[in-house]
């Protein structure tokens, strides 16, 4: 069974940095895209970034590039996100989500963990 687990949510100030982390299991991870997803209150679930299998390509939305990081370590089976320059319209549940290679769509989703950025 596909579990993803995210932890390092919190509170931060306005220009603060976390550094969220996904842990896998029941998945063999190499095969696997992975991918940063956040939902705001009264908002739809939108796409923050995503990383290949093997961590060589990576992607993000516009609105956090040059802020956020993704990257992965499949030996730990994790995946992290560095927030940093962190804004109040970060605020937001952040999800962690996996691709198989060669489907599109997302296979299976994590909880979530909520970030409040204060002003």
């Known amino acids: 069974q596909v579990q993803l687990v995210e932890s390092g949510g919190g509170l931060v100030q306005t220009g603060g940095s976390l550094r969220l982390s996904c842990v896998a299991s029941g998945i063999a991870v190499s095969r696997y895209g992975m991918a940063w997803f956040r939902q705001a209150p009264g908002k739809e679930r939108e796409f923050v970034a995503a990383i290949t299998w093997s961590g060589g390509g990576t992607y993000s939305t516009n609105s956090v590039k040059g802020r956020f990081t993704i990257s992965r370590d499949n030996a730990k089976k994790t995946v992290y996100l560095q927030m940093n320059s962190l804004k109040p319209e970060d605020t937001a549940v952040y999800y962690c989500?996996?691709?198989?290679?060669?489907?599109?769509?997302?296979?299976?989703w994590g909880q979530g963990t909520q970030v409040t950025v204060s002003s």
């Open positions: 989500a996996a691709q198989e290679v060669g489907t599109s769509g997302y296979d299976a």
